[in-house]
């Protein structure tokens, strides 16, 4: 991804291997600072995508993939260090795939940084053929709306449902994007604008709230990652999401779901059947370590919402785009 830092342009990955150690931008951080951390543990690498210094489905299976290179790298058992991974982020299917696939490749006698490096670079690839196809979704002066991160930070570089964003600028197209603040954590806020202002596409963040409110008069196309898809194509994404979906079907919008095929879990037949994780509370009640609601009132906080297949209009995937209907292609080309 193109990063402005202290004024000059750089190209940079959300993750990525270097001398023996993960490193990885710090999420939590941006827009305000950008840091990229360092880590030589998988332990320290598991505690970075519990507490999200690393998010995004792509993401984290990439960094999961570092992590069980460190500790091939160093002797520990990798099944234990696997455990560790897998009970970080129980929505994220990539998480668990990029699991399998580190220790099937180790246990094949692959190198392990080869391995990872070959994972992360796939990711890559998928990428921007999902931005290929997505970018004949977005015409010239569209209007288009996302929600919470699906861009390089999420994807290791490039983006799922912002990948379709960057080919149809680099194409020329003229459009514009609502941008979804994403509350509890502000990724739409925070990340997913940092991302468009890098890129220079135009853009405007808008409140949760005032989704509804710009569909019903100014939106020709909704794009949303995905953090785990369904066997029947439900799937789960943010929080807020399914509002979204809803409503976009009521309205007569474009509802289109953007994730390579590593998202797709074909071991489970519906949503219904997709771990949805709480996190803290906290995340509602305070900002910045701030508390903002009354003390003693109590929150809720579930980090994703399963949307049912019969709002999505189609899967923007490296293999095209298609519909719920016709995911058993995807479970062949796997």
Same mark, same amino acid.
């Given at each position: 991804m193109r990063v402005i830092v202290e004024g000059k342009p750089t190209e940079v990955r959300a993750v990525w291997f270097e001398n023996n150690r993960v490193k990885m931008i710090d999420q939590r951080i941006l827009p305000l600072e950008f840091r990229v951390l360092s880590f030589c543990k998988c332990s320290e690498v598991a505690e970075a995508i519990r507490n999200m210094t690393i998010r995004g489905a792509p993401s984290i299976g990439a960094a999961a993939a570092y992590g069980l290179t460190l500790a091939a790298l160093s002797g520990e058992n990798l099944e234990t260090a696997a455990n560790l991974l897998r009970r970080t982020r129980p929505t994220a299917n990539d998480l668990f795939y990029a699991i399998d696939y580190m220790l099937h490749a180790i246990a094949s006698g692959k190198d392990p940084i080869a391995a990872a490096n070959a994972y992360a670079d796939a990711i890559v690839e998928k990428c921007k053929r999902i931005g290929k196809y997505g970018s004949l979704l977005i015409r010239n002066n569209s209007k288009v709306m996302t929600h919470c991160n699906a861009g390089a930070l999420a994807s290791v570089d490039v983006g799922t449902a912002l990948a379709p964003l960057r080919v149809a600028h680099d194409e020329g197209k003229n459009f514009f994007v609502y941008v979804s603040e994403t509350r509890p954590? &502000?990724? !739409?806020?925070? &990340? +997913?604008?940092?991302?468009l202002l890098n890129e220079g596409i135009p853009h405007a963040i808008i409140a949760d709230a005032a989704s509804g409110h710009y569909m019903k008069k100014d939106v020709d196309v909704i #794009?949303? !990652?995905?953090d785990r898809i369904a066997s029947n194509g439900?799937? %789960?994404?943010? =929080? !807020? +999401?399914f509002e979204k979906a809803v409503l976009a079907k009521e309205l007569g919008i474009p509802f289109y779901v953007a994730a390579p095929v590593s998202t797709f879990d074909f071991s489970i037949e519906s949503g219904e059947e997709i771990p949805i994780e709480s996190r803290s509370e906290d995340e509602v009640t305070e =900002?910045? !370590?701030?508390? =903002? %609601?009354? #003390?003693g009132a109590s929150a809720l906080n579930p980090a994703f919402d399963v949307t049912p297949n019969k709002y999505v209009t189609g899967f923007i995937t490296e293999i095209g785009i298609l519909k719920p209907s016709e995911i058993s292609k995807l479970k062949m080309k796997r």
């Open positions: 954590r &502000l990724q !739409g806020m925070r &990340l +997913t604008s940092w991302e #794009i949303v !990652g995905a439900d799937f %789960a994404n943010k =929080i !807020g +999401t =900002i910045e !370590g701030r508390r =903002i %609601a009354p #003390i």
